[in-house]
């Protein structure tokens, strides 16, 4: 501590300077924020500005700074300066824009700017640089599992870009589901043509690349490790096992197609009822003649039956859509009016779905002849010749159309491996001497595609429909285990071409991990952070609340049962650090104390000064760029808020609730990330695991005798701009009415 020398700078610039007294600030981050340096500038993040604290780091050894002046958001690359603790004070986003303008609101607009600079020196006096955490070498060689074309696409993206993929497919030869198309959707000019899959000559590329190590006939026996160091134990066919080290692991291990046995209504199962993959055998067989069935009858009629088990309400089949089967009916239409325009070719939908230039196939297929129907078929009976009884949606009538051939589009059921929310359960009975629970673990072990020896289970965990939890907006391709990215079918529904800029994609975000766990630094969505959590042993009450409650696997327990951390893995989202109830897990720039330290910095006025202080807890990903970008739109909400980003609402320590109404606030409110099924948490499980923990914190709150209405917890899309503002307004005009809090002037 000794060596450590704080400086605190202020901006006046943007309005800040006209708006609020910047000397007064000034005097309080030397007075109470006991700041050894204190100077302001016109306009901070200027060169000149700039170029000033770097001078003093370098001529006054300054080793912590606190910047009052825009968001933490803003000017990232100009307020830079390595191996130095930084703290930000909004000024700007958090103060002058979002308090309205006049001399009515001047009082209460400095009190808000002078708590943000206590707030901002406090949380900085518990800061500590972060210096990363290297261990040994580092692999920057990368795993690609499934040699589909997103796993062939993954592989030499990887290889263009000048680092090494290892792809290990479990076939014999390479381009898995693509391999037995006879031609694939339109991808390119010309639009209203089926094209060839490409298949063979991206296989040659891969099998040519040297910077591609193949391994084909084989599976992957264990992953063990973590980013910058998976040890990968690949088993071939003939029995023999080889190791590869890798630092990154993308799967794009495609799908299957649902099962249409389960659909005897519609015919699953007779003899001249297939599916799109089934008619793609037939049509390979075909080279471009005449289509005939299994019996070897020449097919002059033909039904295509769209959202065959798809798209279904009653939970008995695929809820989703699969998005490519009506362009494949398309494609599949057209090989019979391409070989005979005579054939009877009939497409029944109840919407029509072909995104992008697939517009011009479908006009394409009906200058061919091809008659599309928006019809719902509910039964098909076969023989030698297939009826198709559907419902016109159009003309609201029943009606049965004969067919030689009915195709049903069954969709993608991806191919995921092991299911936790199952596994887990029979893991448990297993442990505990079940015969039967072993044989099921065997046995699910046998489907198992990465054999992860996580705690958690050898497969990465699914949504509902078993697609890889990777959320598509907010951060596709990366899944739950970090440095493990989905690519292709196995994460959503898609055609290839999709599925090939997806395996672009996941191989970007591949690079980018083993190049971050080369430095040490976390892989997203914090990339580029040095800190990782640390734990207080001699405080640790081995109550493993951390362990099962790390959505991201990244904490084990050694032989004592103490957490041991696996820095590579870690997220940096504090879930953990929230977790626990003594609080002996933080990371050198966010702590319990960094938090309390700005929560106990902020000045409570008393009762009879009528000036609530309502705490806000902002996750940094949604709500407090929300909150920015308020004050860009200039919306204005009461002055009577301090907020305080963290990394996560799972990072949400209740000793920061009690703290913060022991010492008089009026209330709290937490802003977090949407939760459940359709979740955008960028940690997955952190907004939903704090509000299950606020939610027991009414006995907390009955102790101290406060209402439970002085706790609030809020789901907050970054969009959510106006209505953040509504939020805290309503909840401060809320807080109003029940009156100051009966804790002041005991803090």
Request: hydrophobic share 40%; net charge negative; charged share 25%.
């Amino acid at each position: 501590m000794a060596d450590n020398k704080y400086a605190a700078y202020i901006c006046s610039g943007c309005g800040i300077g006209d708006a609020m007294k910047v000397p007064q600030l000034e005097a309080i981050a030397k007075k109470e924020g006991k700041m050894a340096v204190v100077k302001s500038h016109p306009f901070l993040c200027n060169a000149e500005g700039v170029q000033m604290i770097r001078d003093d780091i370098a001529n006054e050894a300054v080793t912590h700074v606190c910047i009052g002046a825009c968001s933490r958001r803003a000017k990232t690359e100009a307020f830079q300066f390595e191996g130095v603790a930084m703290s930000r004070a909004n000024l700007r986003e958090g103060v002058l824009w979002v308090v309205a303008a006049g001399k009515d609101h001047d009082e209460v607009r400095q009190e808000m700017a002078a708590d943000y600079i206590r707030m901002g020196c406090a949380e900085l006096k518990k800061m500590t640089p972060p210096a990363g955490n290297v261990k040994g070498s580092s692999s920057k060689r990368i795993l690609v599992v499934g040699g589909g074309m997103s796993g062939m696409t993954a592989a030499l993206e990887i290889a263009a870009t000048g680092y090494e993929a290892v792809l290990v497919e479990k076939a014999g030869a390479l381009g898995g589901m693509a391999a037995q198309l006879w031609k694939r959707q339109p991808f390119k000019e010309p639009y209203a043509e089926a094209q060839e899959t490409g298949v063979g000559e991206m296989a040659a590329k891969v099998a040519a690349n040297p910077k591609i190590k193949l391994h084909l006939n084989s599976t992957i026996a264990e992953t063990s490790g973590a980013p910058g160091r998976f040890k990968i134990q690949i088993a071939q066919e003939s029995g023999s096992v080889s190791e590869e080290t890798v630092g990154a692991i993308v799967q794009a291990t495609g799908f299957t197609t649902y099962d249409m046995a389960k659909l005897p209504e519609l015919g699953g199962g007779q003899p001249n009822v297939v599916d799109q993959v089934g008619l793609e055998a037939l049509a390979v067989a075909a080279k471009g003649g005449a289509i005939k069935r299994a019996d070897g009858k020449e097919v002059k009629s033909v039904v295509f039956v769209q959202c065959a088990g798809q798209r279904d309400e009653t939970g008995t089949h695929l809820s989703y859509c699969s998005g490519h089967c009506c362009g494949t009916s398309i494609k599949q239409a057209n090989y019979f009016k391409d070989q005979n325009p005579d054939i009877d070719t009939v497409v029944m939908y109840q919407d029509l779905r072909v995104p992008g230039m697939g517009e011009d196939f479908y006009r394409g297929a009906q200058e061919k002849g091809v008659i599309f129907t928006k019809a719902k078929a509910s039964k098909v009976t076969g023989g030698d010749s297939c009826n198709v009884t559907f419902k016109d949606l159009i003309l609201d009538e029943e009606n049965t159309i004969a067919a030689d051939l009915v195709v049903l589009a069954t969709g993608q059921v991806p191919n995921a491996g092991v299911d936790l929310e199952a596994w887990n359960p029979v893991v448990t009975a297993a442990e505990g001497g079940d015969a039967a629970a072993k044989a099921a673990r065997d046995e699910m072990k046998t489907i198992s595609i990465l054999n992860l020896n996580y705690r958690q289970g050898p497969d990465m965990p699914q949504f509902k429909h078993g697609f890889a939890d990777s959320h598509f907006i907010c951060f596709p391709y990366e899944t739950r285990r970090t440095g493990i990215y989905a690519a292709g079918p196995v994460r959503r529904p898609m055609d290839i071409l999709q599925a090939t800029d997806d395996a672009t994609g996941a191989a970007l975000k591949a690079i980018q991990a083993v190049e971050n766990a080369a430095v040490g630094r976390a892989a997203h969505p914090r990339s580029g952070d040095l800190s990782f959590p640390t734990a207080r042993l001699e405080g640790c009450t081995q109550c493993k609340r951390c362990t099962v409650e790390c959505p991201f696997g990244a904490i084990d327990e050694d032989e004592k049962r103490f957490p041991v951390f696996n820095e590579e893995r870690c997220r940096r989202c504090g879930t953990c650090m929230g977790a626990c109830p003594v609080r002996v897990i933080s990371f050198e720039n966010y702590s319990c104390d960094t938090v309390g330290s700005q929560v106990k910095a902020v000045e409570v006025p008393d009762e009879d000064e009528e000036k609530p202080r309502i705490l806000v807890l902002a996750c940094e990903n949604d709500a407090y760029p929300a909150l920015d970008m308020a004050g860009m739109a200039r919306i204005t909400h009461s002055a009577f808020v301090r907020v305080i980003p963290v990394r996560c609402l799972g990072s949400v320590n209740t000793i920061w609730i009690t703290d913060a109404l022991n010492a008089g606030y009026d209330g709290v409110m937490m802003m977090g990330c949407k939760k459940g099924d359709d979740y955008q948490c960028h940690f997955v499980k952190g907004s939903e695991l704090a509000h299950y923990r606020m939610s027991k914190i009414g006995d907390t709150l009955t102790q101290l005798g406060l209402e439970p209405e002085r706790v609030q917890t809020q789901e907050v899309a970054i969009t959510d701009n106006a209505r953040v503002v509504k939020l805290i307004n309503d909840y401060v005009a809320e807080l109003e009415k029940l009156g100051p809090s009966p804790m002041k002037g005991f803090g």
